[in-house]
């Protein structure tokens, strides 16, 4: 048993140093909401020892960042766009010693905000997840919104974990959908749509990704990856918004499609066009030749709203920017890591012209990752080359930027939000590297060419949503090869409702930080466990009315 002096060492860690508090909200005109901290201000998992100690392994360290978010997503009423829910990982970890590819490490919980005002001013609540927030589970992954057609519901997605095995359940792991009849204020108990008797890491199911029909109010789909052993994306489908969901089943089996038993897809995710199609992307890697390794971003299309699916996936682009290093280069010290092939695409389907958008990190002409699209025209069949959409200056010092998301308001502007370094002094900061994140909009032409991106986008403004740089490596650090900051990495969010773009992204604190503190170090049997008891990242919200910008500059 542990000393009570050991007790109260813990308890003291825990109650300090609840971080500095970011700059102040600016605004842009009287409808813009500027980088609005909506996080806890304090963690709200309890900080006993029966809550921190599950979340080892044996034989691994694990970091615990108590009071940091990472990887929010956000989700607007479609009927009244001052109903605003975001949601995002709360207290994370880092399990230090190996990385595992198309995995994230567990939080303690999913912290949720809800705003009745358009984001002027939030609440905050659980679900809750976690064991000792009155939950079932030690961990969960990131998670994911939707509101439904009619917005009479919200739909939570993400991957719930035991990190330590749990006697009293069979359930360790598995996919899990929670549904909010009142705008994100209260949810239901967590519907499993499969499960693991053994839990992290080696659970199968992955990365789910939640979704709704405008067509079919009551509609409501899940996927995700699983891998046992081989990848598989697995769907799942509700038709009675969320009281009940079908047996999960296969829809795509990449090593069946490319002829490689090592191929994989993750990350899918659903969009659903004006005709009623959905269509499933996700991120692939596989052998096109024994020597020759390709990541790509693809699509597979189902006609009857999920009943059965396409076999072959449709190829939209190669991925060339699978990391961003902070000094540009591949040095594991100075590393950043974004999840570009794993995870950093995300879509948008414009209701006034069915054309469809994909936005992923690419490297251009000058070597270093940017943001790249391609635009369908054709409801998905055929896509562009890539088109750079960032702004950043190819002047700035450092001029990489990274991680983007996209959406099309009811005028067709286009919002494409990403963070970069444009703002660091020099190429190489280490320790110090300035972020920004910033929305660029751009207007529609009636063609798909021309503009320019050449994609048939023309350029219209760009919004700064940081109100000052944030700094990249005081996010929390996974250090399975050099220095892993995790402050901007896997995703933001970015949707529109009327004319509206509404955002939700990581930004960390400036400090200073309390050095982090081993709990106990007992690698064989219950393994290491360190505390970082620092807030030193937040999830920040953001809304631009796109009435001020004109459609033709």
């Known amino acids: 048993m542990m000393k009570r002096s050991l007790l109260f060492a813990i308890a003291t860690l825990l109650c300090s140093n609840a971080g500095a508090a970011p700059a102040k909200e600016s605004r842009r005109l009287s409808t813009d909401i500027i980088g609005k901290d909506i996080g806890y201000p304090a963690s709200p998992t309890p900080s006993g020892l029966n809550c921190i100690a599950p979340l080892t392994e044996p034989n691994l360290a694990t970091t615990l960042y108590y009071n940091a978010a990472l990887q929010p997503a956000i989700a607007v009423n479609p009927?009244?766009?001052?109903?605003?829910?975001?949601?995002?990982?709360?207290?994370?970890?880092?399990?230090?010693?190996?990385?595992?590819?198309?995995?994230?490490?567990?939080?303690?919980?999913i912290g949720i905000g809800y705003s009745s005002d358009g984001g002027a001013t939030w609440n905050r609540t659980l679900v809750p997840f976690q064991n000792c927030n009155g939950g079932f589970i030690q961990g969960v992954g990131e998670a994911s919104l939707a509101y439904s057609g009619n917005g009479k519901k919200v739909y939570l997605a993400t991957k719930c974990q035991n990190i330590s095995m749990d006697p009293n359940t069979s359930n360790q792991a598995g996919i899990t959908v929670t549904v909010s009849s009142n705008n994100g204020a209260t949810w239901s108990n967590p519907h499993w749509i499969s499960t693991s008797s053994a839990p992290f890491p080696a659970a199968p199911?992955?990365?789910?990704?939640?979704?709704?029909?405008?067509?079919?109010?009551?509609?409501?789909?899940?996927?995700?990856?699983?891998?046992?052993?081989?990848s598989v994306v697995e769907f799942s489908k509700s038709t009675d918004a969320g009281n009940s969901w079908s047996a999960h089943t296969p829809i795509y089996t990449p090593s069946l499609d490319l002829g490689d038993a090592d191929a994989r897809a993750y990350y899918p995710s659903l969009t659903e066009l004006p005709n009623g199609d959905l269509l499933c992307f996700m991120h692939r890697f596989h052998y096109a030749t024994p020597s020759d390794f390709l990541y790509d971003i693809?699509?597979?299309?189902?006609?009857?709203?999920?009943?059965?699916?396409?076999?072959?996936?449709?190829?939209?682009?190669?991925?060339?920017?699978?990391?961003?290093?902070?000094?540009?280069?591949?040095?594991?010290?100075?590393?950043c890591y974004t999840q570009a092939t794993l995870q950093g695409y995300k879509t948008a389907v414009s209701q006034i012209n069915n054309r469809l958008y994909v936005v992923f990190?690419?490297?251009?002409?000058?070597?270093?990752?940017?943001?790249?699209?391609?635009?369908?025209?054709?409801?998905?069949?055929?896509?562009?080359?890539?088109?750079?959409?960032?702004r950043t200056p190819i002047s700035a010092p450092n001029s990489q930027a990274f991680n983007a998301s996209v959406a099309v308001n009811d005028h067709g502007l286009v919002g494409v939000l990403y963070h970069d370094f444009r703002n660091s002094q020099t190429s190489c900061q280490p320790g110090n590297t300035l972020a920004d994140t910033w929305l660029a909009i751009y207007a529609t032409l009636p063609t798909c060419s021309g503009g320019s991106t050449g994609v048939g986008l023309n350029f219209v403004n760009e919004v700064?949503?940081?109100?000052?740089?944030?700094?990249?490596?005081?996010?929390?650090?996974?250090?399975?090869?050099?220095?892993?900051?995790?402050?901007?990495?896997?995703?933001?969010?970015l949707v529109a409702c009327n004319h509206n773009f509404y955002a939700a992204y990581i930004q960390s604190f400036n400090g200073p930080f309390s050095p982090p503190q081993p709990i106990?170090?007992?690698?064989?049997?219950?393994?290491?466990?360190?505390?970082?008891?620092n807030r030193r990242t937040t999830p920040v919200y953001s809304t631009v009315n796109g009435n001020q910008f004109t459609a033709n500059p």
């Open 79 to 109: 009927l009244n766009g001052n109903n605003v829910v975001a949601a995002w990982q709360q207290d994370c970890t880092a399990i230090n010693s190996y990385f595992i590819v198309g995995e994230n490490w567990p939080a303690m919980d």
């Open 205 to 230: 199911d992955l990365t789910p990704s939640v979704s709704t029909s405008n067509i079919n109010k009551n509609n409501a789909f899940v996927v995700y990856e699983s891998v046992n052993p081989t």
């Open 298 to 335: 693809a699509c597979i299309r189902s006609t009857d709203q999920g009943a059965t699916w396409e076999t072959h996936a449709t190829h939209i682009t190669n991925v060339n920017a699978p990391s961003t290093y902070t000094c540009g280069v591949v040095d594991s010290d100075q590393m």
């Open 361 to 390: 990190p690419y490297v251009f002409g000058n070597g270093l990752p940017q943001i790249g699209l391609c635009v369908s025209c054709d409801n998905g069949h055929t896509w562009s080359a890539p088109a750079q959409v960032n």
């Open 464 to 493: 700064r949503l940081s109100p000052t740089s944030y700094v990249m490596e005081n996010g929390p650090d996974y250090s399975y090869i050099g220095h892993y900051y995790a402050t901007n990495s896997g995703y933001n969010s």
């Open 520 to 533: 106990f170090q007992t690698p064989p049997t219950i393994g290491t466990l360190i505390l970082d008891n």
